[in-house]
């Protein structure tokens, strides 16, 4: 997507068509009713305000046809709809649509890394991987263990610590008890495991209550221990809080030894994997920010390093285009069953995917999930869809592939992380202030408006492509390049003001 807009509105670019068939255009900026617009030479007078964000009929639109933006079917219209009118959840519905999938009818070759790929300084680890930070983790085996290794980590804050050391963290959480044993089990100790095992943790503790579900020793015999130093203690063996606390720190002095003798070296940039996120999006967030981060996803897949889109309920709707570009059919139909599955467990408590867009979503301009979807899945770019990973499974193809997470952006960036995404590129419309305690995230402004408002805690300000600044290609190429500087190092802003969440997707009841 190209858009050559001039910055000061016009009649001529106040509004966004994004497709020839669309029967809405996008507002650019705030539009007062009364105003003369001409969209692709089509002219017309809006017949109310428009929020800037927001759709305005280009057409008459009669009740029950179709609304069409990026081309494709976001609704229909709940009554009749006037050229100039504004169109959003006052008169248009949500229907579950159903589509005739185009499957792969070739085998597409799994992207190899490339001979003159850029490089970044990275610390190298013994299965291969590569990370962009050096931690010691400090993982909670359960709630009844969170404020003791809270109380473990605080203690390094402030504290000069040896070169190479990036902080001693904790993961407290209020999960790993309670469970019922099996997928739900299964799950929060392959997303704790992953996070031991990351590439960006030098060496971790593992500290548990002694009597809960999820069981320490699970992870001392486990992969979490083959790849990384790992120990284990308990508070009532160790004597209660203080005694838990003295025995966790006397091994993370052996740690931070260890993990200040580990220095960056050059790597090629086809061992990143950049973890794709959205959240606190709005209506230009599939205009500027996602296409954006789409074209550095393409530039990614295209050197052999790999690019992982995540959120189901984000992708439901538009699954059909990733469908068409799947590697092969078993990676399609991979797809299809991670929204089947999703689907049903909604169902269980009465849900639906339309429950996803938050208020913020629609005051932003999105008016249901087929319409934020579809915005949503230009983070993955154009590039062959390789793989489908369940969540928190460790990614292990280059490329595109997908992760099958909720939207709820704690939880899916925690099993982006567990899956061993070394960097998180977060698009976000409405404002985000989101981090993860060991893998910095990059957070890229839709608008330059929210750019303004939250200096802080934004990297990038995709909000250019709509002022006419620059092109999405241009944006798109100044994320890959600050992914290369944040993989060597550089700090994010979410890293700079200590952005921690860490939230594990449990899906069981609570006993």
């Known amino acids: 997507m190209l858009l050559d807009i001039a910055k000061l509105p016009t009649a001529g670019n106040s509004a966004i068509r994004l497709h020839p068939t669309d029967n809405v255009a996008v507002a650019r900026v705030a539009i007062p009713a009364g105003t003369e617009l001409s969209v692709e030479g089509l002219r017309l007078v809006t017949r109310e305000a428009i929020p800037a964000g927001h759709k305005i009929a280009l057409e008459d639109i009669r009740p029950g046809e179709l609304v069409e933006r990026y081309g494709q079917a976001i609704g229909r219209a709940s009554q009749m709809i006037e050229a100039g009118h504004h169109v959003h959840t006052h008169n248009l519905s949500f229907e579950e649509l159903q589509f005739d999938y185009e499957f792969p009818a070739i085998e597409t070759p799994v992207p190899e890394p490339r001979k003159d790929a850029p490089t970044f300084l990275g610390y190298q680890r013994a299965d291969g991987r590569v990370g962009t930070r050096n931690y010691i983790a400090v993982m909670a085996a359960s709630n009844c263990a969170a404020h003791t290794a809270e109380i473990v980590a605080r203690g390094y804050e402030g504290q000069t610590l040896p070169p190479n050391v990036d902080g001693v963290v904790a993961f407290p959480h209020g999960d790993g008890c309670g469970h019922v044993f099996g997928p739900d089990v299964d799950q929060l100790r392959r997303t704790m495991g992953g996070v031991l095992a990351h590439p960006n943790v030098s060496a971790g503790i593992i500290l548990g209550l002694g009597c809960e579900v999820n069981q320490i020793d699970h992870y001392l015999s486990?992969?979490?221990?083959?790849?990384?130093?790992?120990?284990?203690?308990?508070?009532?063996?160790?004597?209660?809080?203080?005694?838990?606390?003295?025995?966790?720190?006397?091994?993370?002095?052996?740690?931070?030894?260890?993990?200040?003798?580990?220095?960056?070296?050059?790597?090629?940039?086809?061992?990143?994997?950049?973890?794709?996120?959205?959240?606190?999006?709005?209506?230009?967030?599939?205009?500027?920010?996602?296409?954006?981060?789409?074209?550095?996803?393409?530039?990614?897949?295209?050197?052999?390093?790999?690019?992982?889109?995540?959120?189901?309920?984000?992708?439901?709707?538009?699954?059909?285009?990733?469908?068409?570009?799947?590697?092969?059919?078993?990676?399609?139909?991979?797809?299809?069953?991670?929204?089947?599955?999703?689907?049903?467990?909604?169902?269980?408590?009465?849900?639906?995917?339309?429950?996803?867009?938050?208020?913020?979503?629609?005051?932003?301009?999105?008016?249901?999930?087929?319409?934020?979807?579809?915005?949503?899945?230009?983070?993955?770019?154009?590039?062959?869809?390789?793989?489908?990973?369940?969540?928190?499974?460790?990614?292990?193809?280059?490329?595109?592939?997908?992760?099958?997470?909720?939207?709820?952006?704690?939880?899916?960036?925690?099993?982006?992380?567990?899956?061993?995404?070394?960097?998180?590129?977060?698009?976000?419309?409405?404002?985000?202030?989101?981090?993860?305690?060991?893998?910095?995230?990059?957070?890229?402004?839709?608008?330059?408006?929210?750019?303004?408002?939250?200096?802080?805690?934004?990297?990038?300000?995709?909000?250019?492509?709509?002022?006419?600044?620059?092109?999405?290609?241009?944006?798109?190429?100044?994320?890959?390049?600050?992914?290369?500087?944040?993989?060597?190092?550089?700090?994010?802003?979410?890293?700079?003001?200590?952005?921690?969440?860490?939230?594990?997707?449990?899906?069981?009841?609570?006993?």
């Open 222 to 511: 486990g992969e979490a221990a083959r790849s990384a130093p790992l120990v284990g203690v308990t508070l009532q063996s160790s004597g209660g809080t203080r005694g838990a606390v003295e025995a966790a720190r006397r091994e993370i002095s052996r740690f931070l030894d260890r993990a200040a003798a580990e220095t960056r070296s050059e790597t090629p940039a086809s061992k990143i994997v950049l973890g794709l996120n959205c959240g606190g999006s709005d209506s230009f967030s599939g205009i500027t920010a996602n296409p954006a981060l789409g074209y550095c996803s393409d530039l990614l897949a295209e050197i052999g390093a790999t690019a992982v889109l995540a959120e189901t309920p984000e992708i439901f709707g538009a699954e059909h285009l990733l469908v068409k570009r799947a590697r092969n059919k078993q990676v399609a139909e991979k797809l299809l069953s991670c929204i089947r599955e999703y689907k049903e467990y909604l169902n269980r408590f009465a849900g639906s995917f339309d429950d996803n867009p938050s208020p913020g979503n629609k005051q932003g301009g999105l008016s249901n999930i087929l319409e934020k979807s579809l915005g949503a899945v230009a983070k993955g770019g154009t590039s062959p869809l390789i793989a489908v990973y369940d969540f928190a499974e460790r990614i292990a193809s280059p490329g595109f592939v997908f992760m099958n997470t909720p939207g709820y952006d704690p939880v899916s960036i925690t099993g982006l992380a567990a899956g061993g995404c070394t960097l998180l590129a977060f698009t976000t419309g409405r404002g985000s202030a989101i981090g993860f305690p060991t893998v910095p995230v990059i957070k890229i402004a839709s608008n330059s408006h929210m750019y303004r408002r939250m200096t802080d805690n934004m990297d990038i300000n995709a909000g250019a492509i709509a002022d006419g600044e620059k092109t999405v290609a241009r944006v798109g190429r100044e994320i890959f390049d600050f992914v290369l500087e944040v993989a060597s190092g550089r700090r994010t802003c979410a890293e700079r003001l200590g952005h921690r969440e860490f939230v594990p997707w449990r899906i069981g009841p609570v006993m």
